[in-house]
């Protein structure tokens, strides 16, 4: 199973792809003959919770039924931050009238682990069986340390992928630095003014016409120069 998990992280091209193969696994895992179960991840947006991905069509379903109706037992655990099972819905009165409605997707049993991911996002594998008592002792054993190992790696993919987002934001900051600098020489050029009034006619531009500095800077470049498409480039 770790293996499985680290293969993931390699092979995931993105957060969303790593949390589906995370849901198939899961139900794959605990599936036996006669108790299929169906695995989803919700996560919690803005306070808002939304189903992200599933083992199959059945779970994306069960899940945005849950996020519909604002509770259920899946949506508890991820607020309360623990293991939740519901061994038999028939007997079960909380949730109002989620439960008959998931009784009546032919859902019998719950299993919902949220992932500790650290304060980087919230998020819960919600797992879903058509029989009562779907989930043993050792089924819920087996998933807590499969979650624990899972939210380690999904931890490692959270932190790779912000250090991605603030690469391309940095490297988006320092193209926009040039192009208005390229300006900026553009304007002293042909005003033969000092870079302060170049720089104040550029920016009375980009007020006059509400247009970001940016795009007013790549105006100017593209008219002087006849390129269609200004970039700068950057040593890796």
């Known amino acids: ?11 995931s091209p993105d957060i969303k792809a790593f949390l589906t193969e995370l849901a198939v696994l899961a139900s794959k895992r605990l599936s036996s003959p006669g108790n299929r179960i169906h695995s989803g991840v919700t996560v919690l947006r803005q306070k808002r919770p939304q189903a992200v991905a599933a083992s199959d069509a059945a779970a994306q379903a069960l899940d945005e039924l849950q996020n519909r109706f604002g509770q259920g037992p899946c949506l508890t655990a991820l607020r309360q931050g623990s293991t939740l099972l519901v061994p038999d819905l028939a007997a ?10 998931a009784e009546q997707h032919g859902v019998s049993s719950i299993l919902a682990v949220p992932l500790d991911l650290a304060g980087d996002a919230e998020a819960v594998l919600n797992l879903y069986s058509g029989r009562s008592n779907g989930f043993s002792g050792e ?8 979650v624990a190992q899972a ?3 999904l931890r490692l993919i959270l932190r790779i992928s912000q250090l991605k987002e603030a690469r391309n934001d940095l490297t988006a900051a320092m193209q926009s630095r040039t192009v ?3 300006a900026i020489g553009a304007i002293m050029a042909q005003n033969r003014c000092d870079r302060e009034t170049a720089f104040g006619i550029l920016t ?3 007020s006059t016409r509400n247009i970001k500095l940016r795009e007013v800077a790549a105006t100017v470049i593209t008219s002087i120069s006849g390129e269609q498409r200004i970039t700068a480039h950057f040593d890796d």
């Open 1 to 11: 199973m770790e293996l499985s998990l680290q293969q993931l992280v390699l092979e």
């Open 139 to 146: 089924d819920i054993t087996t998933v807590e340390s499969f």
């Open 151 to 153: 939210a380690s790696s």
């Open 92 to 101: 079960e009165d909380r949730w109002g009238p989620y439960v008959r409605t």
């Open 180 to 182: 208005i600098d390229m």
């Open 204 to 206: 009375r531009a980009s």
